[in-house]
């Protein structure tokens, strides 16, 4: 398999590659942000229940949360709230995992992205330099240049959605642990029963939402990006056509023709002519070659045939 037909399929499995990694983030972000939404309802039901704890536990003595308010966690705490205090602090850890977990999900997901886009765009670099080469020999087919023309338009609109995706990439923000660690702090001894009723009362569904609403709009912008391939339809199509082709621009690319070498083998000045001859012949259109061929013997006074001519041309590996 000759290297253009090897950098289209490269380019081509990248094309079809990416998008499918970037709904695997995709999924994998989702995921996380059930997670994070799940856990953060959890850790704020652990103080709820701490509070309605106290609440029973001053009951039960004949007095109220008011008028204990002053006191500290150390001073009313007894054995009946260690259950609810390690699972305070559990829900509180299992929030850091979490929001750590999306982190990472989203880090190895958008690094996994960029690298992604780095192969395709030095394989679409690597790809336009090989149709630039083919597009520069001179005896290369009117039908192969403009074909190799369309190819290389092609590769440009590749470019634009590569060159898009970096661009919006670059701008996608990263998040760490210090909303978690301002939402669900830890217990402390000295914290006092007042301190338990404000974090009891205090709702974070507000900040969750906000939290989870940055978090969405990361995945958003994700999705956007993948949403950018379905518009490649048409460009996939061709980048196909060009895998079909590739071979025969191989051939082309191998043959080296040269019409003033082919000038030279036959005897011939008109040099113009036989490019044609032989342009016509590469194209496949051998009637047409063999009819500029017997004008170029006639002209020049010659007494070869032009099967002859052509014949001697294929020969000597200039066809």
Sequence with gaps: MGKLRTSILNLQKLLIDNPAQQEKVEKELEREIHNVNQIGGTADEGWNQLYIQLASKFEDEGTTVDANKGKTLKEVLDKSFVATIKGIESYRQDMFRACAKFTTVYENGLGQMKADLAKAEDEAKALRAIALKKKAKWLASAKYKD???????????VDRIIT?????????????????????????LAMTVADVKDRASMSTAASVKAYLGNLNGVNDQVRGLRGEYKTMAGQMSSIKAMAADADDLEVIEEKKADPAKAAKLLGISDTAKLKQAMEAQSDGDEKTALKLLGELAKDEKRKDKADAMLKALVKSGLL
């Design 147 to 157: 074909k190799i023309k369309g190819y290389l338009e092609v590769i440009d609109s």
């Design 164 to 188: 898009s995706q970096k661009k919006q990439l670059a701008t996608i923000k990263t998040y760490d642990q210090a909303w978690a660690s301002k939402n669900f702090p830890a217990l402390r």
